[in-house]
């Protein structure tokens, strides 16, 4: 379900699977609201941890798009993590559950 103001938003659960775990989180695209400046805070249990935050090529699907990869962590199957983007025009809030990779209940909320 994207929401106004995104082009194709990458909203679901991301798998921990082996291949998965040292890429990319979460893609964010926008066709109305500027990344270039974004901040991504991603929060588990309470503690920020740090990401690396990518600017990716305009117009390969979205004007705007950045990926956020995790930096000395990686994500656990049953965890869910908030992640937060600041420094834009409209802030985002999303929360990404992780699943092992043979669920098949695929759950995910924007706020």
């Not at 400046?37 to 588990?44: D, L, M, R, S, Y």
């Not at 983007?85 to 809030?93: D, E, H, K, L």
Request: hydrophobic content about 35%; glycine content about 8%.
């Amino acid at each position: 379900m994207a929401r106004s103001g995104f082009g194709k938003p990458v909203i679901g659960p991301a798998t921990s699977d082996r291949e998965s775990r040292a890429h990319r989180l979460l893609i964010i695209q926008s066709e109305k609201i500027d990344l270039s400046n974004a901040q991504v805070t991603v929060t588990v249990d309470g503690a920020a941890q740090p990401v690396k935050v990518t600017q990716l090529r305009p117009n390969c699907g979205a004007a705007h798009a950045i990926d956020f990869i995790p930096q000395g962590w990686s994500t656990q199957a049953g965890k869910s993590y908030a992640v937060s983007v600041s420094g834009v025009s409209t802030p985002i809030s999303h929360t990404v559950n992780v699943l092992d990779w043979k669920s098949s209940t695929p759950s995910s909320s924007t706020k």
